[in-house]
């Protein structure tokens, strides 16, 4: 068993897999789209399609994978 583990790629080395999905907090969003913070709080409440899709931690902060992020200001394009 410890020798099919081995062999297994790490995720790093898996084709098509993000290697490392960078994680923004509702600041950095707020940001980038040149609105307050308390505003794109609200969006997040209300989900998508105001908001890209998240993810809430325990301690209640909110993050967006910035892959999710720039898809949804895609689709926003269209």
């Known amino acids: 068993m410890t020798l099919a583990r081995e062999m297994r790629p790490s995720p790093s080395t898996r084709v098509g ?18 609105v307050s913070t308390s ?11 105001w908001f890209p899709r998240s993810i809430r931690l325990q301690n209640g902060d909110i993050r967006v994978r910035s892959d999710w992020y720039e898809t949804w200001l895609e689709e926003l394009e269209r």
């Open 39 to 49: 505003m794109a709080y609200k969006w997040s409440a209300r989900g998508a399609p």
């Open 17 to 34: 897999i993000a290697v490392e999905a960078r994680w923004l907090s509702i600041r950095e969003i707020a940001g980038d789209l040149g």
